[in-house]
Structures are given as structure tokens and as C-alpha cells.
């Protein structure tokens, strides 16, 4: 049995492994989404897709393409039908694959700017005007500038910045997820060592998943109830609706790991108190028969 010095010892071990096991799996969490949103390409494909950055860059560029059009005597209505939402999705995915793997083609412009050539020289004949040489050429030109604002709108901001770094963190962040999932076993295992009685283990282990649905939760909660997301300084409704719903995105699955950690602790919570039932009916057990026996 152990002495009174020893068993402060012990819960002073024990407090400090909890607080470990609770930073370790805060960690552990942080290093899984990260892989599960910022280096993946579907949550940013959804993000854009929800956050309806898609329609605001076709508008955008509808706008630009009609100001063009009408200095080049093509109609508002025509260029309003140039552009196809299936399509610029389609080419915004084709940016976002090639953002996160090296060697991948982003958005096909030249075959947009081919098919634009095509309906600008269709609607030019309907109007019955004869397509010169100077006619195509104007056509042409209209055709590439129209081209290189539409580059512009399916690409991602700042993508020349991120590509690099997107790429070269998915290896490191994999292999620091396994480390802190390793520690995580570690300490857990070294807990339940120390405390070799699972009722005290599951006591000091609610304490760590606690700790860590708290750090988990905090943050964002404070950050979507105080509406700093909405209030961000960002002038262009795709960029602002895609900075927001980003961050909104990333906040809920912060929320859903605390609630992860949350359930866990509730369940050791649970065990801790059938636990400790069994061990009080023991003791009142074995005080029944004690006092029995003296009797």
C-alpha cells in the first residue's frame, strides 16, 4: 500500500500527464483537420460551392464582358449567355486540383477562348455583317482580352503564394499526425500505469478530454457568436463570401472535434461512475460483514 507521500506524488504525475494527454490530443485534433480541410481539395471545392463564390465570379465577369461588348458593338443579352455556370465550376475545380498537385492542368482556356471566337463570329453573321479579315482579327482580340479576364476570375486568390506551401505540408502533417497520435497512446498508456486502479485512470483521463474539448471550442465559439467573421474588411462579394464561408467551415469542424472530445469524456465520465458505484457497494459490503462478524 502506498504511503501518504507516495500517493501525492503519484497525483501529482497524474495531473501532470492529464494536462499533457490534453494538449496532445488538442494537437492531434488541429493536425487531423488540418489534412481534412486546409490540405484538402474537396473541402475547398465545397467551400466554393457553398459559399456561392461561383455564381459572384460569373456575374463578375458578365459585368466585364458586357462593357467590353458594347465598346465592340456586341449586345448585352449575348455576352449575358456566354458563360455557363456548369462550366466555370468545372474550371474552378480544374484551378483548385492543380493548386494542390504539382504537374495537374488548371482551367482549359484556350478551348474557351476557341468557343468564344466561335459564338462571337456566329453572332456577328446572324446580324448579317460580312466577316472580313479585319473582322476576324477585331473578333479575335475581343475574344482574347474576354480570355484573359476569365483566367483571371476562375483562378484562386493568392493560389501563386499557396501552391507551393499546400504541396509541401501534406508530407510533414501526416507524419506529425502519427507522432502526436503516437504520444497520445503514450501518454494514456503511462496514465493508466501510474494509476493502476481504473477508476482514478478514467478520473485524470476525463480531465484531459475535457481540457481538450474546451481548447477545441473556445476559439471558434467565440469567433462565429462575436460575428468577426461577417464584420472581415473585404470590398469583392466572391472574395468575401469565399474568406467567409471558409472560415465559418473551418470554425464547424473545430466545433464538431470539441464535441468528439466532449462525447469521450462524457463516456469515461460514465464508466468513472459505474466505477465508483461498484466499489462503494464493496465497501459497504465488506463493512456489513465486518460488523456481522463482530456481532
Known amino acids: 500500500m502506498a504511503t501518504p507521500a507516495q500517493e501525492r506524488t503519484r497525483n501529482v504525475i497524474s495531473w501532470l500527464l492529464s494536462f499533457l494527454l490534453s494538449l496532445f490530443l ?60 456548369a462550366a466555370v465550376q468545372a474550371d474552378v475545380e480544374r484551378e483548385i486540383d492543380s493548386l494542390y498537385t504539382a504537374g495537374r492542368a488548371g482551367a482549359d482556356l484556350e478551348a474557351f477562348q476557341s468557343d468564344l471566337t466561335e459564338k462571337l463570329l456566329e453572332n456577328v453573321r446572324q446580324r448579317e455583317f460580312v466577316v472580313t479579315p479585319e ?31 499546400l504541396r509541401s505540408l501534406r508530407g510533414p502533417v501526416r507524419v506529425a499526425t502519427g507522432a502526436v497520435g503516437l504520444l497520445c497512446l503514450f501518454t494514456l498508456a503511462f496514465l493508466f500505469a501510474i494509476r493502476r486502479r481504473r477508476k ?40 468575401y463570401a469565399f474568406i467567409t464561408g471558409y472560415a465559418r ?36 459490503r465488506e463493512e456489513t460483514f465486518l460488523q456481522s462478524a463482530d456481532g
Open 26 to 85: 488538442s494537437l492531434f485534433a488541429l493536425l487531423i483537420l488540418t489534412q481534412a480541410t486546409i490540405l484538402s481539395p474537396a473541402f475547398l471545392k465545397r467551400v466554393m460551392e457553398q459559399s456561392g463564390y461561383i455564381g459572384y465570379i460569373k456575374q463578375d465577369m458578365e459585368e466585364i464582358f458586357v462593357s467590353y461588348g458594347i465598346s465592340s458593338g456586341f449586345d448585352e443579352a449575348f455576352f449575358l449567355s456566354v458563360l455557363d455556370d
Open 135 to 165: 473582322v476576324e482579327e477585331a473578333v479575335g482580340y475581343l475574344a482574347t482580352v474576354c480570355t484573359e479576364t476569365y483566367g483571371e476570375g476562375v483562378s484562386l486568390p493568392l493560389a501563386s503564394y499557396a501552391s507551393d506551401a
Open 200 to 239: 482514478a485512470f478514467c478520473r485524470y483521463a476525463v480531465y484531459a478530454f475535457s481540457g481538450a474539448a474546451l481548447t477545441l471550442a473556445l476559439p471558434p465559439a467565440i469567433l462565429l457568436l462575436s460575428g468577426r467573421i461577417e464584420r472581415i474588411g473585404i470590398t469583392g462579394r466572391a472574395l
Open 249 to 284: 467551415q473551418i470554425a464547424y469542424w473545430l466545433l464538431a472535434a470539441a464535441g468528439v472530445m466532449l462525447l469521450l469524456a462524457l463516456v469515461l465520465g460514465a464508466v468513472y461512475l459505474v466505477l465508483a458505484r461498484r466499489e462503494n457497494l464493496r465497501t459497504d
